[in-house]
């Protein structure tokens, strides 16, 4: 049967979200159907959540956002806003059919740049190039056993779990809200100079995905000092947004987070401890790895109108360095009302 293309509305989000859920094992949690929901409301940026369909069952998705900036360019992503993205398909004909659309829109919309944030199974390698050595992904199956669990953390990490367990100072719980997750997290982001997402947007993210989403958050006497936003796909836990204050470190409340966060998730069952991504030589890949996760190269693939090599927007790329300095010196309340605006640029 030939393939038809078609684009998401509201009737077909169960079906499409289906087919990620249940069907392709290619599919991730940032190929689900809500994103477009949140992205649209939060950023306000048009979404072409693109999709074929066999003899009309879907058989192939492909989740695409437009970020338009003065600042950095006319891009097409999938998936702006996250990590991964791409054609999630059956077969290589839906792959192709998917990935030969978005180059059409790509043209339509006049973009600069088409982004997929994992490789293009291109059957056509015209104007495509391929990017690695800049983020790396960290996953591994949580050991049934607490101590075989602990075990699977290097000694100077493990020790650091342990001191915290046996201190008995800290506590863990789950929220079904952002309120004590953002703080945290704003506080780190400026820091670290980075523009933070709304408390707008991870409301809207965790309404979106209830039972998929959730912050554990450890307080110390009652105050909250780490805390993380997590979400749930396919027998896997993805810690994804993280923060915490500077008095977490002596109390090793973050080593103590995603130790809690492991063994709860085990407990729920969820067998498979996704770390998510992190950019090579950045202290969360140090992290990672002194918690004894092996980095997995991450692949971008490009289509650049006219050719030329993709746009480097990465904390990493020298001429950022200036913004990120400034930002690090923003008031905190400041950094927070802009933060949202400059994200909606980056994609």
């Known amino acids: 049967m030939s393939i ?6 509201d009737r077909h989000a169960a079906d499409w979200d289906r087919f990620v859920l249940e069907e392709c094992p290619d599919a991730s949690f940032f190929h689900r159907a809500g994103w477009k929901r949140v992205i649209e409301a939060a950023y306000r940026r048009p979404c072409h959540y693109l999709y074929a369909e066999r003899d009309g069952r879907i058989v192939g998705v492909l989740p695409l956002v437009h970020v338009k900036s003065p600042l950095f360019g006319n891009r097409l992503i999938s998936t702006g806003f996250t990590i991964g993205g791409g054609a999630a398909a059956l077969d290589d004909e839906a792959s192709d059919v998917l990935e030969r659309e978005a180059l059409r829109l790509s043209d339509e919309l006049g973009v ?6 994992r490789p293009a199974r291109v059957t056509e390698g015209n104007g495509w190039s391929h990017q690695t050595g800049i983020y790396a992904n960290f996953s591994r199956p949580i050991a049934g056993a607490e101590e075989d ?5 290097p000694r100077k990490q493990r020790a650091v779990v342990r001191k915290a367990i046996e201190a008995g100072r800290l506590e863990d719980a789950l929220d079904t809200r952002p309120d004590r997750f953002f703080p945290l997290y704003a506080f780190s982001m400026r820091n670290m100079g980075t523009p933070v997402f709304g408390l707008r947007f991870f409301t809207l993210l965790m309404q ?11 307080s110390h006497d009652g105050v909250p000092v780490s805390s993380v936003l997590n979400f749930y796909f396919r027998g896997a836990v993805m810690p994804y947004y993280t923060g915490c204050r500077p008095e977490a470190r002596d109390l090793g409340a973050n080593d103590y987070m995603y130790w809690r966060l492991m063994r709860r998730a085990f407990e729920r069952g969820y067998a498979t401890f996704d770390f998510g991504r992190s950019k090579f030589g950045t202290g969360p890949f140090s992290f990672k790895k002194n918690w004894g996760f092996e ?3 991450i692949v971008h693939s490009f289509h650049v109108a006219g050719g030329g090599s993709p746009p480097e927007i990465n904390p990493l790329n020298p001429k950022y360095r200036l913004f990120i300095d400034v930002w690090k010196r923003l008031p905190l309340p ?4 802009l933060g949202p605006q400059v994200v909606r640029h980056i994609g």
């Open 4 to 9: 038809s293309l078609k684009r998401l509305d």
């Open 112 to 117: 600069q740049c088409l982004e997929m944030r």
């Open 149 to 153: 669990c602990l075990k699977q953390i």
């Open 208 to 218: 979106e995905f209830q039972g998929a989403c959730d912050c554990l958050t450890v």
């Open 295 to 297: 980095p997995q190269p």
């Open 334 to 337: 400041l950094a927070n009302l």
